[in-house]
């Protein structure tokens, strides 16, 4: 219990310091936990941009075919929790579809990632405008018959 409470603060202090680093703030009705069929899903933006302050080296710099560069990318981090017994879910396919509300959504493979020493998730995409964008997920476990699906709202602030 208390390693699955560390690694959950862990995420939420490393989401907070980097929404504070950054401006970037989370909608008010993406309340975390996310829960959708027995998960507990919990997830960040960062600005690309903050991740090209890393040396070249830095593995962070070399996640999903490397850091964009252009204004407007972010990376998209997300934690998947089985909700009963509180474990990570890790090996899982998770799929984003991230759009602005109405207009065209963009759809990539979250890939497994380290994030605080603990299995994520996570892919870039971009968020140019302040939002509200429409983030779909799909997460398909090892044993799982069908994907659980999740949709929520993200929006930032104009920076």
Not at 1 to 6: A, F, G, N
Not at 10 to 29: E, G, H, K, N, R
Not at 78 to 92: H, Y
Not at 123 to 134: L, Q
């Amino acid at each position: 219990m208390k390693r699955w409470l560390l690694e959950r603060l862990l995420i939420l202090t490393c989401a907070m310091v980097s929404f504070a680093m950054s401006s970037v703030t989370p909608a008010a009705d993406s309340a975390q936990p996310i829960r959708a069929g027995g998960l507990e899903i919990f997830f960040g933006v960062i600005p690309a941009e903050i991740l090209l302050g890393h040396p070249g080296s830095h593995e962070e710099r070399q996640m999903h075919g490397g850091t964009p560069r252009d204004r407007g990318q972010h990376h998209l981090i997300v934690s998947v929790f089985d909700g009963k017994n509180k474990k990570r879910v890790e090996n899982a396919a998770v799929t984003a579809r991230v759009g602005e509300v109405g207009l065209s959504v963009q759809e990539k493979k979250l890939e497994p990632m380290q994030f605080g020493g603990t299995a994520t998730y996570g892919n870039y995409f971009r968020m140019a405008a302040p939002g509200p964008y429409r983030i779909e997920l799909e997460i398909r476990g090892e044993s799982a018959a069908k994907p659980i699906k999740s949709t929520f709202e993200y929006s930032h602030p104009r920076r």
